[in-house]
T-cell receptor, first 115, second 112 residues
Framework: AQSVAQPEDQVNVAEGNPLTVKCTYSVSGNPYLFWYVQYPNRGLQFLLK??????LVKGSYGFEAEFNKSQTSFHLKKPSALVSDSALYFCAVRGEGSGTYKYIFGTGTRLKVLA | EAQVTQNPRYLITVTGKKLTVTCSQNMNHEYMSWYRQDPGLGLRQIYY???????DKGDVPEGYKVSRKEKRNFPLILESPSPNQTSLYFC???????????FGSGTRLTVV
């Protein structure tokens, strides 16, 4: 069965500092991994994805994510946080060849960037 | 503008009164999906559709129905809503299973 875990409900970081939002997953087969961001009273917006290839994936708004197969992780990172990055972040996974289009989201991590 | 449009944005209804939440996308996407978002539970998939007339259950399908008669539309039907279906609902579409979703703006449903 597919699953994804975001172990931190909230992450606080000072503006200008690097940020990391953690995600671990479990799938059968190769994973398709995604990050989304949700601002208050808005729908989710796609940030980046990993399908295959380089383990470091670059996405929108200066975000990047590192795929680690041995640790089954896909952590979201940004070298220098902005106050405007404060939002709710979701990791999602689908297993390649899983035979379904089930697409599982984590429970979300609230990022708070402090000025 | 490429988008997923959901209606209504807000809905308060009474237990047992059938309702439909509409979803339409203008991107010719094959894949569409419905999610509900509840505090502490993240997004849970209700139903998805891989193409016209092809739908399948997600993780929380009980109490919901969907149909996909046209590629652009994927309505969510609650035949007899109950208070535990009070939630924030999102429709989403993608061009392929390996691509990210485009989400609608959400429908906040309250069942009293």
């Amino acid at each position: 069965a597919q699953s994804v875990a975001q172990p931190e409900d909230q992450v606080n970081v000072a503006e200008g500092n690097p940020l990391t939002v953690k995600c671990t997953y479990s799938v059968s087969g190769n994973p398709y991994l995604f990050w989304y961001v949700q601002y208050p009273n808005r729908g989710l917006q796609f940030l980046l994805k990993y399908i295959t290839g380089d383990n470091l994936v670059k996405g929108s708004y200066g975000f990047e994510a590192e795929f680690n197969k041995s640790q089954t992780s896909f952590h979201l990172k940004k070298p220098s946080a902005l106050v405007s990055d404060s939002a709710l972040y979701f990791c999602a996974v689908r297993g390649e060849g899983s035979g379904t289009y089930k697409y599982i989201f984590g429970t979300g991590t609230r990022l708070k960037v402090l000025a | 503008e490429a988008q997923v449009t959901q209606n209504p944005r807000y809905l308060i209804t009474v237990t047992g009164k059938k309702l439909t939440v509409t979803c339409s996308q203008n991107m010719n996407h094959e894949y569409m999906s419905w999610y509900r978002q509840d505090p502490g539970l993240g997004l849970r998939q209700i139903y998805y559709s891989m193409n016209v007339e092809v739908t399948d259950k997600g993780d929380v399908p009980e109490g919901y129905k969907v149909s996909r008669k046209e590629k652009r539309n994927f309505p969510l039907i609650l035949e007899s809503p109950s208070p535990n279906q009070t939630s924030l609902y999102f429709c989403a579409s993608s061009v392929a299973i390996s691509e990210g979703y485009t989400f609608g703006s959400g429908t906040r449903l309250t069942v009293v």
